[in-house]
């Protein structure tokens, strides 16, 4: 069974840190580019961050650019986002997801999806 498995989420203070992961059962990660999306209440889902098969190229939102960063461990078949600075507007469900193209914006192009993890951010 193809999975694509979120962790790492929680409620953490304005300015925390926390590190997101998102580990693949069934189907390696080589061949795959892998995004963070999110999704808070009301809004449409938005990619966050993105790696590329290789890990040479990254994309960040605007929003989180200098705040995350995106990182994959292919040998442990898992990606993760290491979230600093957390703002109250970052709070929303985090999903990654998994697409044999190369980074896009749309979340019909992703093929693969986890079943999300929280983040909320609040004092």
């Known amino acids: 069974q193809l999975q694509l498995v979120e962790s790492g989420g929680g409620l953490v203070q304005p300015g925390g840190s926390l590190r997101l992961s998102c580990a693949a059962s069934g189907f390696t990660l080589d061949y795959y580019s892998i995004a963070w999306f999110r999704q808070a209440p009301g809004k449409e889902r938005e990619r966050v961050s993105c790696?590329?098969?290789?890990?040479?190229?990254?994309y960040y939102a605007d929003s989180v650019k200098g705040r995350f960063t995106i990182s994959r461990d292919n040998a442990k078949n898992t990606v993760y986002l290491q979230m600093n600075s957390l703002k109250p507007e970052d709070t929303a469900v985090y999903y990654c997801?998994?697409?044999?193209?190369?980074?896009?914006?749309?979340?019909?192009?992703?093929?693969?999806w986890g079943q999300g993890t929280q983040v909320t951010v609040s004092s």
């Open positions: 997801a998994a697409t044999r193209l190369y980074c896009s914006a749309y979340v019909s192009n992703y093929g693969y």
């Open positions: 790696t590329s098969r290789s890990g040479g190229s990254m």
